[in-house]
């Protein structure tokens, strides 16, 4: 192999960037089963949550609490907590990345299109998308480990670009 | 390093290296297709690693998996010796990289000991490892979708439980992460082959039951000073570690030694730059010698075979200034290095600390943008991928920089210096160091928006309420 001839790698920024954002209205969302789903936290009482999806292609929209009672807010339109959902979703992907998995109007500015968000009401994936959630903050009660995993070596903290 | 050990470096690969990684590659073409779709070629590459193996007790099961394949499921032993004979390979382009970057830098190495002993018991929380392993073998990258992707999560919530088996989990959820980000692949794209199947092999031979246990005996205890010497910051969407490289000096006399010490958390996706820190806030002794750059002082502090030290801050205090430049020169040279342990050997994992200087950093556009160190005509690429984002060693602190501390790294048929601290050429005194935001952003506006953001501190209120009820 001659030297600076770039083969096959071992090492690889595979997983694209997600940038930080303030996680208080909307502490969870994920691209993820052909939907942007995620929680969102209730404007008016601390403790309950609404769990809210947009579908790929059909745009359907879904948002209830995360004891399945429908969200009052929800027409042909997003509501509120789906408006939060894409604002935070396009904060932490990226508006372009969103706009892609969502497959909107290709014409149209990924902002704009994601504006104007409207389909179809359907009953969402709120427990699925619930127990996500709570899976995903169980991460952070692991304790820590002070001893080495080689396997790390594989995932660098920085990008190529 | 010399300029011009440093050209002939860089000038050839070791023999033979070429060849077994070629033996690799075809391999990672038979895992590109899967087992479960074998073509004349496979079977061939499966035939010739099986002949590389020689005499060894890999060689017979190898040939069962070329036999087998296409015929029904692969058996597990099959399956755990093509992982075995990839990581003898790579193992051995490993050993033969670092012997010649230990001679370019005339450093010496200690002698590894016997391998660490076989696990003695069954592991039952590794079957569902092992399977969805098997799975993605018999599947084959191009043959991965959703929900095949989405079954690292089922694989590795067993092991997330037990820190011994944090390795194991560690690598499935990243390996899991990239799968779920890209497959299935568009036919017009190809997987990264290299590097799944070295992901792949790793995984494999950590989900066997007889694999030693994580992190295994210390071989004995330190008692010293420790000089770090930089942080190298590694993380996935849900892992972050920082691996710190030091000077020990031994409190007896002995020659100072080079050693690590690692410290790691999971985290969740959205947690990235300036909030990663601060899940280690627990290692504050150590966390402060890296952001005030400072020396340790250790005290009977377990140290394995392979040089890492297993941090406890019970074990430490914090030491005196330390101007991590001055201790490379003064120790650096002449410092002896641990032996790598048999089962950690492959190329990705060399990180040789080194001391270059007097270079021209040059940015090059081309075959794509990149910067370069000039050692008096010899042009040694800086690894981006690894510059952390977590930090200020930014592209500017970088490209205007005219000494650094680095690790030697090796990947895709080259060599590279990952930056871990730099000083400025027009003014030396003037020190940029990955670890710099080690207990927060150094930069005002970085932590004012962790401040009034406070990811971390949201997630963990979150977690409080829901998971504690």
Wanted: a neutral charge; hydrophobic letters at 45%; glycine letters at 10%.
């Amino acid at each position: 192999m001659a030297p600076h001839d770039s083969g096959p790698a071992s090492v690889l920024s595979m997983v694209p960037t997600v940038y930080g954002r303030k996680l208080n209205k909307v502490p969870y969302v994920e691209l993820a089963d052909g939907r942007v789903q995620g929680v969102v936290s209730s404007g008016s009482a601390g403790e309950r949550v609404y769990v809210s999806s947009v579908s790929a292609g059909s745009h359907a929209l879904s948002c209830a609490t995360n004891n399945n009672r429908p969200c009052g807010g929800l027409g042909g339109r997003a509501c509120k907590h789906i408006r939060s959902l894409i604002d935070e979703a396009c904060r932490h992907y990226g508006a372009e990345r969103v706009a892609a998995h969502l497959r909107t109007d290709a014409g149209k500015e990924a902002k704009d299109a994601l504006a104007d968000l409207h389909g179809p009401v359907e009953p969402g994936p709120t427990g699925v998308v619930f127990t996500r959630f709570l899976r995903y903050l169980s991460y952070l009660e692991h304790p820590g480990a002070a001893a080495p995993i080689p396997e790390l070596h594989w995932f660098p903290a920085g990008r190529s670009n | 390093m010399r300029p011009a050990a440093l050209t002939g470096l860089l000038a050839s690969a070791p023999p033979g290296a070429d060849e077994a990684l070629e033996l690799t590659d075809r391999l990672d073409a038979v895992l590109t297709d899967g087992l479960a779709r074998p073509g004349a070629e496979g079977a061939r590459a499966l035939e010739d690693l099986a002949a590389a193996t020689g005499s060894s007790p890999l060689a017979a099961p190898v040939r069962e998996a070329a036999s087998a394949m296409g015929s029904g499921p692969v058996g597990a032993a099959c399956l755990a010796a093509l992982a075995g004979a990839r990581t003898a390979l790579t193992g051995a382009v490993h050993d033969a990289l670092l012997a010649a970057l230990d001679t370019a830098l005339g450093r010496t190495r200690e002698e590894a000991d016997a391998p660490a002993a076989p696990a003695p018991a069954p592991a039952p929380e590794l079957e569902g490892a092992r399977s969805w392993l098997a799975e993605l073998a018999m599947a084959g990258w191009r043959g991965v979708d959703r929900d095949l992707a989405a079954g690292a999560d089922a694989a590795l919530t067993p092991l997330l439980e037990d820190p011994a088996r944090r390795r194991l989990a560690v690598l499935l959820d990243g390996l899991g992460a990239e799968l779920r980000a890209h497959c299935p692949l568009p036919g017009d794209q190809d997987p990264p082959a290299r590097r799944w199947s070295d992901l792949w092999a790793r995984a494999v031979l950590l989900a066997q039951d007889a694999f030693p246990v994580w992190p295994g005996a210390p071989a004995r205890q330190a008692t010293g000073r420790l000089l770090p010497l930089g942080a190298d910051v590694h993380q996935h969407p849900t892992a972050f570690q920082v691996q710190v490289h030091a000077l020990l000096e031994p409190s007896d006399g002995g020659p100072v030694r080079l050693v690590r010490t690692s410290v790691s958390a999971l985290k969740v996706d959205v947690l990235t730059r300036e909030s990663v820190w601060g899940l280690l806030a627990e290692h504050t002794v150590l966390l402060r010698a890296l952001a005030e750059h400072r020396a340790l002082d250790v005290e009977g502090m377990p140290l394995l075979e392979g040089g890492d030290l297993l941090w406890d801050e019970g074990r430490a205090a914090l030491g005196g200034p330390a101007d991590r430049f001055a201790a490379a020169r003064l120790h650096l040279a002449g410092a002896a290095a641990p032996a790598v342990p048999a089962l950690e050997r492959h190329p990705a994992r060399i990180a040789e600390p080194v001391l270059l200087e007097g270079y021209t950093a040059k940015k090059r556009t081309r075959p794509a943008p990149g910067l370069e160190l000039d050692l008096d005509g010899a042009r040694l690429p800086v690894s981006l991928l690894r510059r952390p984002d977590s930090s200020s060693l930014d592209m500017k602190a970088a490209a205007s920089s005219g000494a650094c501390l680095g690790l030697m790294r090796w990947d895709a048929g080259q060599w590279s210096v990952q930056m871990l601290g730099v000083a400025a050429k027009k003014a030396p005194a003037e020190q940029t160091h990955t670890g710099d935001w080690a207990l927060g952003p150094t930069d005002p506006k970085f932590a004012t928006a962790l401040r009034n953001s406070d990811p971390l501190g949201t997630l963990r209120e979150r977690a409080g309420k829901l998971l504690r009820k």
